[in-house]
């Protein structure tokens, strides 16, 4: 546990939230990120650029962050690349399949009492769980 | 053009958001899912504070008629729970696990970790573009 940083985290978090509220409040929607990276590649007529703005924001967001606290990010070398792809193509196929990831069902979704939501966000969240223990302890890959 | 102003101003304050809490750091994401190794709970205190946000300012917003920026709310609709579901979930859990990436960090680490955030990327939109493609083939009439 020496590694838990509760108030950055929390006050992150704070921000996400932030965030899902004003996209909801002004924009009417719901934000979920693997719905809008779909929708990029999927055109529909005034659904295309405000999810460009959305996702190009995120990421100029995160580089302002790192420019102010560069030590705050360690970057993870020599990942293998077999896994991130196995690990993209699994994360795409499920969350097109199961509509929604951690921010559509578990931050927004949740907020909405939806039980699909609810749902997904356990199952996903168990999946993971089981996904890392075969890595990291029966496979013994920690990077 | 309002509503891409206020989407690019929210992707800010949730990539500062993603960025503050270590999200973006797919080693922090992958300790919270190891709750047999060296646990770290931080993820559930980011998902924690997003839903305190949410849960309450949804509340409030859902009293609209309709949002400040466009004629409705955009909102799904759908309450069944169907084996998609619990399927997607399921594959999308096991990626999570492996590379520590869900589509949020792993896009918005694109700016800092360029390489690793690319390659996942790429893959995420051929496995999501694979399923559309599968769904299409055995449901011609949708």
Not at chain 1, 96 to 107: D, Q, Y
Not at chain 1, 108 to 129: E, K
Not at chain 2, 123 to 134: I, N, P, R, T, V
Request: charged share 10%; hydrophobic share 50%; net charge positive.
């Amino acid at each position: 546990m020496e590694n838990f940083t509760p108030y950055t985290a929390l006050s992150g978090g704070l921000l996400i939230g932030l965030s899902a509220s004003i996209m909801l409040l002004f924009n009417g929607r719901i934000t979920g990120i693997s719905g809008m990276l779909t929708g990029l590649l999927t055109p529909i007529k005034g659904e295309w650029f405000w999810r460009l703005s959305f996702l190009l924001g995120m990421i100029a967001g995160a580089i302002i962050f790192i420019t102010f606290f560069p030590e705050s990010f360690v970057p993870r070398k020599n990942f293998p690349s077999i896994l991130l792809i196995l690990a993209g193509f699994l994360v795409g196929f499920g969350t097109r399949l199961g509509n929604g990831c951690t921010s559509g069902h578990g931050i927004c979704g949740i907020a909405r009492f939806s039980l699909r939501s609810i749902i997904a966000t356990i199952v996903f969240m168990l999946s993971g769980g089981v996904s890392v223990f075969i890595i990291r302890h029966l496979l013994g890959i920690t990077l | 053009m309002k509503q891409a102003l206020v989407a690019l101003f929210a992707g800010i304050v949730f990539g500062i958001g993603l960025a503050l809490s270590q999200m973006i750091n797919p080693n922090k994401v992958l300790s919270f899912l190891d709750v047999t190794g060296n646990w770290d709970p931080s993820l559930a205190l980011v998902m924690g504070g997003a839903l305190l946000v949410t849960i309450i300012a949804f509340n409030f917003i859902s009293k609209r008629n309709r949002p400040l920026f466009d004629d409705k709310f955009r909102l799904p609709t759908r309450t069944d729970i169907d084996s998609p579901l619990i399927i997607g979930a399921i594959l999308f859990g096991l990626g999570w696990g492996i590379a520590g990436f869900c589509p949020g960090p792993a896009l918005a680490s694109l700016g800092i970790n360029f390489l690793d955030s690319f390659i996942f990327i790429v893959s995420m939109l051929a496995g999501s573009w694979l399923q559309k493609y599968y769904t299409t083939i055995n449901k011609p009439n949708e």
